[in-house]
């Protein structure tokens, strides 16, 4: 469970981590355009914001995904313990459940003898 939970927070991190990507990419163009101050260089806020974003954000939200799901399984088999488990009762539907062909049993053919 645990290693699902990571991994699919993992893929949420790095679909966040695009988004803050092209974000900073979008917000540094305006800001150039719009007369920023000589000091601001978008190329540094695109590599620094964008790069750390999508290294670091499949990352932390991986590591918090599996430690979410480690702490939910856990409780998860402490309660089912606790109160004797999930029981569950299947019931056969009688318009899908069929019978199984009966088959005649056929011999194999004896070897030709040469």
């Known amino acids: 469970m645990a290693k699902f939970q990571g ?3 993992a893929l ?3 679909i966040i981590g695009a988004l803050i990507t092209v974000g900073s ?20 806020m695109i ?4 790069l750390a974003a999508i290294i670091l954000m499949p990352v932390i939200y991986g590591l918090m995904g599996f ?7 856990a409780l998860f088999n402490l309660v089912a313990k606790i109160s ?7 019931e056969d539907d009688e318009h899908h459940a069929e019978e199984p062909e009966q088959h005649e049993h056929v011999k194999p053919e004896e070897p ?3």
């Open 12 to 14: 949420v991190g790095l």
């Open 25 to 44: 990419l979008i917000f540094s163009s305006l800001f150039s355009l719009a007369g920023a101050p000589a000091e601001f260089n978008p190329v540094k």
């Open 7 to 9: 991994a699919a927070s």
């Open 112 to 114: 030709i003898q040469q």
């Open 67 to 73: 430690i979410a799901g480690a702490v939910g399984a």
């Open 47 to 50: 590599f620094g914001a964008g």
């Open 84 to 90: 004797g488990g999930i029981e569950m009762q299947f």
